[in-house]
C-alpha cells in the first residue's frame, strides 16, 4: 500500500497571503495525484487531479505541482473561503490513499 | 447534473449487518466505476471499496476484505455495500463516489454523494 504523507498538519495563514501544501508519497504514484478540500460539515470537492490540472471551476490560484513522490498544492491569495481541510490522494495503484489531509486556519 | 444519494445507515451493533444504497442520475451510470469511500467522526478519508463499470472488477481496503461486499445493478442505477461483521472502528461517513473517465477504474473522484452514517454501537 502506497502511504501518503501531508504536512504541516495544521497551517496558519492570513487572509490574502500564499499557502503551501505538501504531499509525499511513499513511493512513486507518478502524476497520478489529486487533491481535495472539504469544509466543515461539506463533502470533499476536486482541486486538482493529474498533479496539476484544475478541476472544472477550481479558481486559478489554485495550483498543484510535483511528480514521482513529492508534490505542492499552492494557494495563490487565500480568500476567507478557503479555509479548509486539504488531502491529497494517490490513484497510482490499489488501493487508493489518502494523505491525513492538512488544515488550512486563520492566522 | 450529476447526483448520487446514500442511504441505509444507520444505528447497528457490533457483529451485525447493514447495506448501503446509492442511487445515481444525471451520468450514464453504466459507464463509470464507483467507489465507496468513509470518513470516521472528525477523522480523514479512508478507500473502502470500488467496482467497475460493468461489475466484473472489485476492490476492497484491507481494513473491509471478507466483511464487506460491493455489487451494482446498472439496470436500476444502483450501487450497494453489504455490510457485515460490523465492528466499532467501521463508525463513519460512508461516500458513493464517482470515479473518472468512463472506462477507467481507479482515478480521482469528480463527484461525491452527501454520505450516510452508519454508527456502530451496542
Known amino acids: 500500500e502506497i502511504v501518503m504523507t501531508q504536512s504541516p498538519a495544521t497551517l496558519s495563514v492570513s487572509p490574502g497571503e500564499r499557502a503551501t501544501l505538501s504531499c509525499r508519497a511513499s513511493?512513486?504514484?507518478?502524476?497520478?495525484l489529486a487533491w481535495y478540500q472539504q469544509k466543515p460539515g461539506q463533502v470533499p470537492r476536486l482541486l486538482i487531479y493529474?498533479?496539476?490540472t484544475r478541476a472544472t471551476g477550481i479558481p486559478a490560484r489554485f495550483s498543484g505541482s510535483g511528480s514521482g513522490t513529492d508534490f505542492t498544492l499552492t494557494i495563490s491569495s487565500l480568500q476567507s473561503e478557503d479555509f479548509a481541510v486539504y488531502y491529497c490522494?494517490?490513484?497510482?495503484?490499489?488501493?487508493?490513499?489518502f494523505g491525513g489531509g492538512t488544515k488550512v486556519e486563520i492566522k | 447534473e450529476v447526483q448520487l444519494v446514500e442511504s441505509g445507515g444507520g444505528l447497528v451493533q457490533p457483529g451485525g449487518s447493514l447495506r448501503l444504497s446509492c442511487s445515481a442520475s444525471?451520468?450514464?451510470?453504466?459507464?463509470?466505476?464507483i467507489h465507496w469511500v468513509r470518513q470516521a467522526p472528525g477523522k480523514g478519508l479512508e478507500f473502502v471499496s470500488a467496482?467497475?463499470?460493468?461489475?466484473?472488477?472489485?476492490f476492497y481496503s484491507d481494513s473491509v476484505t471478507g466483511r464487506f461486499t460491493i455489487s451494482r445493478d446498472n439496470s436500476k442505477n444502483t450501487l450497494y455495500l453489504q455490510m457485515s461483521s460490523l465492528r466499532a472502528e467501521d463508525t463513519a461517513v460512508y461516500y458513493c463516489?464517482?470515479?473518472?473517465?468512463?472506462?477507467?477504474?481507479?482515478?480521482?473522484?469528480?463527484?461525491w454523494g452527501q454520505g450516510t452514517l452508519v454508527t456502530v454501537s451496542s
Open positions: 463516489v464517482k470515479d473518472g473517465p468512463p472506462g477507467r477504474f481507479g482515478y480521482h473522484y469528480d463527484h
Open positions: 444525471g451520468f450514464t451510470f453504466s459507464s463509470y466505476a
Open positions: 467496482i467497475s463499470s460493468n461489475g466484473g472488477s472489485t
Open positions: 513511493q512513486s504514484v507518478n502524476n497520478n
Open positions: 493529474d498533479a496539476s
Open positions: 490522494q494517490q490513484y497510482k495503484s490499489w488501493p487508493l490513499t
